[in-house]
């Protein structure tokens, strides 16, 4: 946890930091894996990021222009992800993936959900 008012974190700096959300002036920092490294910067660079899960994150492969990512979890997946504008979601059938006011909300009646986030 991080005081919302403190720099954002710098995804293309940090080690196994993926997102975070903000809530009652703090942010939540969102890892995939147990030990991570945390940089911060003045503006959030122009990568995705997730915002929101109800299921862990078990890959998270961020490389130029792509990330892939599978969240795993024991109810249908529902993610929430930032997408800078020119990145698309890919995704297998049955998953369905709807624009909101923070980015995209990705649900899909199943447990594991894997995704391609490409910039065009």
Not at 59 to 82: E, Y
């Amino acid at each position: 946890v991080q005081p919302a008012a403190e720099a954002v974190p710098a995804l293309d700096r940090c080690q196994s930091i993926v997102g975070w959300t903000e809530h009652a002036q703090q942010r939540y920092i969102h890892a995939s894996a147990a030990q991570a490294v945390l940089q911060t910067g003045a503006t959030a660079a122009q990568t995705p990021r997730l915002i929101d899960a109800n299921a862990d994150i078990a890959r998270w492969d961020a490389q130029s222009g792509r990330v892939q990512l599978r969240l795993h979890g024991h109810l249908p997946v529902d993610v929430v992800l930032m997408l800078p504008a020119a990145w698309t979601v890919q995704a297998g059938p049955g998953v369905k993936v709807d624009k909101t006011p923070d980015g995209v909300r990705v649900t899909t009646p199943a447990t594991t959900l894997d995704l391609t986030l490409k910039r065009a």
